[in-house]
């Protein structure tokens, strides 16, 4: 699928199974963060919305302004964080590399990269939107499964 050209109406047929889909404050800023940090790929940005790729994984960002008749609107809190409870992990990121640039690309690191006891090595990123982004990597001396 072309991504850069699709139509809204063509892209929004195409999607199946499950989608996430963040509310951002600035979407170009987000989508500096997730390029600088996370290496993900942006299609159509624009001030109000754009499709995120990471790997073979899509996602979009929206704008509040695009949910102006959406119920959801009405509960996002009026200051961050917005994404309290929610971790998005991304397993095929290094640790050390994100936080290697994170801070300087706008986020906040709330945990350095640590190996966990279920055989990864993560590091939590906060966005300035209050998204937690889990960087994670199995640890050395484990195979994948």
């Known amino acids: 699928m072309d991504y850069d050209s699709i139509s809204a109406e063509d892209f ?27 290496g993900m790929k942006a299609f159509q940005p624009t001030a109000d919305f754009a499709i995120m790729t990471y790997g073979d994984q899509l996602f979009q960002l929206h704008s509040d302004g695009t949910y102006h008749s959406n119920p959801l609107l009405g509960v996002l809190p009026e200051t ?27 986020g906040t690191i709330l945990q350095e990269p ?5 055989g990864l090595r993560e ?15 199995i640890k050395d001396g484990l195979a994948a499964g």
């Open 80 to 106: 961050p964080p917005r994404g309290a409870g929610i971790e998005i992990r991304l397993y095929d990121s290094d640790p050390e590399a994100v936080c290697a640039v994170a801070e300087a690309a706008g």
């Open 114 to 118: 640590t190996d966990k006891p279920h």
């Open 123 to 137: 590091a939590y990123v906060l966005c300035e939107n209050g998204y937690a982004w889990v960087a994670s990597r």
């Open 12 to 38: 929004g047929a195409s999607l199946r199974g499950m989608g996430l889909n963040l509310l951002v404050v600035d979407v170009t800023r987000e989508v500096t963060f997730l390029e600088t940090v996370f």
